[in-house]
């Protein structure tokens, strides 16, 4: 029992509501931000380790914030997340410009990465959320829990001794009184302990878009998604349960190469006059409550993408999707129309 209350804390999103100032901040990170995580978290096995849920979750908010997409903590100096190295190989992607080269990337770099049939890359396993603090394994230890994202879109979580890829690999069920739990994802899911009063977190993008530049040479991605959580202790009456629901957008640009595909590229992003809503309730009050997301203006510059804004998160019975207008855009994309949601 007390393994599998500690697994199915695993199986949640990362439920941080991150503000962002209506005026752009300097690029970097605060002293007093790192200081809540210094000595909670530290590299095991070539994973992140974390003490518990609270350095798991001040890390995460700390990464999350556009205004520290081109800084990082000194914990993490020793660290290579599977963003790190996905952008790597991406400028190595640079050099490809023959079907002999492009035969050889493929070969070297098919369990990192994934080619999509225009030749742009995208991630072989976890998520722009997860990529921040995984490992090229895909592998995250919160406490004395391990969790794992797999090729094959599902999220591995197991106590004990530390598995290899094969061992992870050759489980396919979930088996509580092993302490091992299987999770299957969609494009996005991430993970964090919280109380066991939670089931397991569904995902989708609920809309994208894509938006090119005047000369095709460039394009953008904007994509909305929602997590969703829902309670199973019972507690709430009436008898339907109410849930957590988060909202967060992804924002990526594209640069067509030579060789016929496209790649992530640096680019200057730019978020102006996000108005985005939804309504939920909480017994015994029946009157819904609405949650507004105000954004006049931000900028990130030079950052490579996906640029992550997060809307909020909530708890309650949601009464209906979330909709408003808003515009994202880049300096390469500059003028992407604004995404509507209805």
């Known amino acids: 029992m007390k393994n599998k209350i500690k697994i199915r804390r695993l199986i949640l999103p990362v439920l941080c509501v991150i503000s962002i100032s209506s005026c752009k901040k300097e690029s970097g990170i605060e002293k007093s931000d790192v200081n809540k995580i210094s000595e909670a978290i530290n590299i095991e096995n070539g994973y992140l380790k974390f003490r518990d849920q609270k350095s798991f979750d001040s890390l995460i908010n700390i990464l999350i914030k556009p205004e520290n997409f081109n800084a990082r903590p000194n914990e993490l100096a020793n660290f290579k997340s599977y963003r790190d190295v996905f952008l790597e190989i991406e400028k190595e992607y640079e050099n490809v410009n023959t079907g002999k080269s492009f035969d050889d990337f493929k070969n070297k770099y098919s369990d990192l990465v994934y080619i999509k049939s225009d030749s742009s890359l995208t991630y072989k396993f ?85 938006y090119y530049n005047e000369d095709g040479k460039r394009r953008l991605f904007v994509d909305l998604w929602k997590e969703n959580t829902p309670r199973t202790d019972g507690s709430w009456t009436p008898p339907e349960l109410p849930s957590r629901v988060h909202y967060y957008f992804t924002s990526k640009q594209e640069l067509k190469k030579t060789f016929g595909g496209w790649r992530t590229n640096e680019t200057d992003y730019y978020f102006s006059n996000l108005n985005y809503s939804y309504s939920y309730y909480n017994p015994p009050i029946a009157n819904p409550v609405t949650h507004n997301f105000n954004l006049p203006s931000y900028s990130v510059g030079n950052a490579s993408g996906p640029i992550i804004i997060d809307v909020g998160t909530t708890e309650g019975f949601h009464t209906g999707g979330i909709s408003g207008t808003g515009r994202f855009f880049t300096g390469g994309v500059s003028n992407a129309p604004s995404f509507n949601v209805n």
């Not at 603090?133 to 919160?142: L, R, S």
């Not at 094959?152 to 290899?164: L, N």
């Not at 069920?173 to 991430?190: E, L, R, Y």
């Open 126 to 210: 976890g998520t722009p959320l997860s990529a921040l603090f995984i490992n090229v394994n895909g592998e995250v230890k919160v406490g004395d829990v391990t969790t794992v994202y797999t090729e094959d879109s599902r999220m591995i979580s197991y106590t004990g001794k530390h598995k290899d890829k094969q061992q992870i690999m050759s489980i396919r069920n979930t088996d509580a009184t092993q302490g091992v739990f299987v999770s299957n994802i969609s494009k996005s899911a991430s993970i964090a302990i919280t109380e066991n009063t939670y089931g397991p977190t569904t995902t989708s993008a609920i809309k994208s878009e894509l």
